[in-house]
């Protein structure tokens, strides 16, 4: 009974057996949607932290702060010295009278900042840094230099570590849980379609013993987990949309996204599109092989 491949009669019999056990293969479909969305959901947030932080890290600054014993020449002198700190990224320098320009520009209206000489504050720089997770050890480097001393670099440690351990965390769990529904997943549509088979084991047998390989009986199971897969992907993309756009919508309300930026499902979507398509596809196909081996054992 061995014959060529024939793509139209695999597809005929794939999509008839989805409609024949049409309650197997809706549930099927809600556990995949279920599981991808959930996937998804950590793996967005996972994606928006690791963006936040590269945020932060192009906003935040360090300043390092110049011994005031030092001239102002003497300072800027320091330059050269200061951007070869590992980690730094840049650094621009300014002087105590800038800073104080700058310090009463903030406070107009107090009178008593009126007569403060520029002395008051010291030449700083202010110093960009590449990874934020380097952070104190760019600060203890900095410190390090002559004319610079301990203690005399500000950096927000404390909110860096804090971004950079939530975003691990996300990250973290986010690949947990990808690995654990996609295992789930596969079980899932493996015994759907197994139950599907199971009615149709004789069938699969007379087959077998008229010669039918392998290749042909497994086909139209592929070609079902495969749909399968797909449409769960497809509504999953569209209800993970609607989802993120609520979540969207709720930090602009709560004035959360002054302190943040969320990157748009539109910029994303043909990612999550073509990831969400991928992984639904394998779940469906794989479920379907690992369901078929055994009735082909006759």
Request: glycine fraction near 8%; aromatic fraction near 10%.
């Amino acid at each position: 009974m061995s014959r060529r491949f024939d793509a139209g009669y695999y597809i005929s019999e794939g999509v008839h057996s989805i409609f024949t056990h049409g309650f197997m293969s809706f549930a099927a479909v809600c556990m995949i949607v279920a599981c991808l969305i959930i996937m998804g959901s950590f793996t967005l947030l996972a994606v928006n932290l690791d963006s936040m932080l590269g945020d932060l890290e192009n906003e935040n600054e360090m300043v390092v702060y110049i011994d005031d014993s030092l001239t102002e020449e003497q300072a800027r002198a320091l330059q050269p010295t200061l951007s070869k700190v590992p980690n730094v990224s840049q650094l621009s320098f300014v002087t105590a009278q800038r800073a104080m320009e700058d310090f009463k520009a903030k406070r107009e209206n107090n009178a008593l900042l009126a007569d403060l000489p520029d002395e008051t504050l010291r030449h700083r720089y202010h110093v960009h840094i590449a990874d934020i997770e380097r952070m104190a050890e760019t600060q203890a480097a900095l410190e390090q230099v002559e004319g610079v001393g301990k203690g005399n670099v500000r950096a927000a440690i404390e909110i860096a570590d804090g971004f950079v351990l939530v975003r691990n965390i996300a990250t973290g769990v986010a690949m947990v849980l990808v690995g654990m529904l996609l295992v789930i997943s596969l079980f899932i549509i493996a015994n759907t379609i197994k139950l599907a088979t199971f009615y149709r084991r004789e069938e699969i047998a007379i087959m077998k013993m008229c010669g039918a390989t392998d290749g042909f009986i497994e086909w139209p199971f592929v070609v079902e987990g495969m749909l399968l897969g797909l449409t769960g992907a497809l509504i999953a993309f569209f209800v993970q949309w609607g989802l993120y756009q609520a979540v969207v919508k709720f930090a602009i309300q709560g004035n959360g996204l002054s302190l943040v930026t969320i990157i748009s499902y539109q910029s994303m979507a043909p990612t999550i599109l073509a990831v969400f398509c991928g992984v639904g596809a394998f779940i469906g196909v794989g479920g379907s092989l690992f369901a078929i081996r055994k009735f082909l054992q006759v």
